[in-house]
């Protein structure tokens, strides 16, 4: 079975400074990887995923992370926050698989908050 | 736009209640997955369904069943409520069988039992 690890639960950061959310997975077999966000009193929303090729992958609002399989890691960085970044952050992954049944893991997730 | 409408933002109920939380997703996805999010546990995932009348156990299924008699509705059923399932909850679904298909989130239930 996979696993998905976020070491921060908590990452407060200055507007206009850069900031860099760690996630690292475990898996004994290929994984997609996702990053999701949460805005207050909202359900999730897919922020980027990687699925194959570059293994540096953007968002539209200025994220991205960069898949290292030797390190099994995809962290989610932003050269620049604003106010409205302020969220919950989670990485999720999952088994390559074309036959239905599989299932996300979730990591415990990060909350950014920015500090005017 | 994938929509995905979870019933009731807040819920209260007493233990020992039978609760059904309601979850519709309007573009004909074949999965939607019920979650649990708790405070530095994530979101853990209670049951999927991968098609009309199937259902399959997540990780955490114990005290809850799940129904899916229409495919864009999946019900979870707390049995017997207890203080312990006092917890946002998530609906989620996804386009195929394929696990590169992102998730749709639903904007939660907040569940309170006294």
């Known amino acids: 079975a996979q696993s998905v690890t976020q070491l921060d639960s908590q990452v407060p950061v200055f507007e206009e400074a850069p900031v860099e959310l760690r996630c690292n997975y475990s898996?004994?077999?290929?994984?997609?990887l996702f990053w999701y966000v949460q805005y207050p009193n909202q359900g999730l929303q897919l922020l980027l995923k990687?699925?194959?090729?570059?293994?540096l992958v953007e968002s539209i609002n200025g994220f991205e992370a960069e898949f290292n399989k030797s390190q099994t890691s995809f962290h989610l960085r932003k050269p620049s926050v604003h106010i409205s970044d302020t969220a919950e952050y989670f990485c999720?992954?999952?088994?390559?698989?074309?036959?239905?049944?599989?299932?996300?893991?979730f990591g415990t997730g990060t909350r950014l908050t920015i500090i005017p | 736009d994938v929509k995905v409408t979870q019933s009731s933002r807040y819920l209260v109920k007493r233990t020992g209640e039978k609760v059904f939380l309601e979850c519709v997703q309007d573009?004909?996805?074949?999965?939607m997955f019920w979650y649990r999010q708790d405070p530095g546990l994530g979101l853990r995932l209670i049951y999927f369904?991968?098609?009309?009348?199937?259902?399959e156990k997540g990780d955490i299924p114990e005290g809850y069943s799940v129904s899916r008699e229409k495919k864009e509705r999946f019900s979870l059923i707390l049995e017997s409520a207890s203080t312990n399932q006092t917890s946002m909850y998530l609906c989620?679904?996804?386009?195929?069988?394929?696990?590169?298909?992102?998730?749709?989130f639903g904007d939660g239930t907040r569940l309170s039992i006294l």
């Open positions: 990687y699925l194959s090729g570059s293994t």
């Open positions: 369904s991968y098609d009309v009348k199937m259902k």
């Open positions: 999720a992954v999952s088994k390559h698989q074309n036959f239905g049944n599989e299932k996300l893991t």
């Open positions: 573009m004909d996805h074949e999965n």
């Open positions: 898996s004994s077999v290929s994984v997609y």
């Open positions: 989620a679904s996804s386009l195929s069988e394929d696990s590169n298909q992102p998730q749709h």
